[in-house]
């Protein structure tokens, strides 16, 4: 079974420009997230959909994140325009129902 | 509010060594619990859950955890530490009702020494 994937891996771009990052979910999965984890820290949910509505996206600084997930498959998380602070792994992790998430290895954002 | 609290940040035990890891929740139900591993550079992978029934739970890697309803905890623990074992450590509540939410603990990272 395929896991989830996340593309890039890595990404540096300088503050005040724009990022996408994208995440294809083990396929069946309705249940997709994405969490934020800053250095040290542990993952923070940044929004949650089920299928493609969004049912949680009170952490997301909805001021420069968006997300979106076409045809309740692939999504993608965009960050415009990047601060300092974004700096973390983005992770994005799927689930069959809401309850046991798998998670791709992430995309590590490096904001200069 | 729902929290999910690892108190030790750091852990360090010898190769060989037995191993508790601490996890203590706060959510005014029976949480789902996990713990995940994450080692550098890589995505988190599941060691264990518990739902319900048997407190005691059994993972992979040799690993097991306890949920012990009175303490509010989901403590894991491994008899004999393996270097390879060495990794970061979450703990995570998961939220019933209506759409799950995951919660995670801010972790322990456990260097393994020979």
């Known amino acids: 079974e395929a896991g989830v994937a996340q593309s890039p891996r890595y990404k540096i771009i300088e503050k005040r420009q724009s990022v996408a990052f994208w995440c294809n979910p083990i396929s069946g999965h309705a249940t997709l997230y994405w969490y934020q984890q800053i250095l040290g820290q542990g993952p923070k949910l940044l929004i949650q959909?089920?299928?493609?509505?969004?049912?949680?996206d009170s952490q997301l600084p909805k001021d420069r994140f968006s997300a979106e997930r076409l045809k309740g498959v692939d999504s993608t998380l965009k960050i415009q325009p990047a601060k300092l602070e974004d700096s973390a792994v983005y992770l994005c992790a799927s689930s069959l129902q809401g309850l046991e998430a798998f998670f791709g290895q992430g995309t590590r954002l490096t904001v200069v | 509010a729902q929290s999910v609290t690892q108190p030790d940040i750091h852990i360090t035990v010898s190769e060989g060594a037995s191993l508790e890891l601490r996890c203590n929740y706060s959510?005014?139900?029976?949480?789902?619990l996990f713990w995940y591993v994450q080692s550098p550079g890589q995505g988190l992978q599941l060691l264990l859950k518990?739902?319900?029934?048997?407190?005691l739970v059994q993972g992979i890697k040799g690993f097991e955890a306890e949920f012990k309803r009175s303490q509010s905890s989901f403590n894991l623990r491994k008899p004999s530490v393996h270097w390879s074992d060495a990794a970061e450590y979450f703990c995570?509540?998961?939220?019933?009702?209506?759409?799950?939410?995951?919660?995670f603990g801010a972790g322990t990272r456990l260097a393994v020494h020979p």
């Open positions: 959909f089920q299928n493609n509505g969004v049912v949680d």
């Open positions: 518990y739902f319900s029934g048997d407190t």
């Open positions: 959510y005014g139900a029976t949480p789902y």
């Open positions: 995570a509540v998961g939220l019933s009702g209506g759409y799950n939410k995951l919660i």
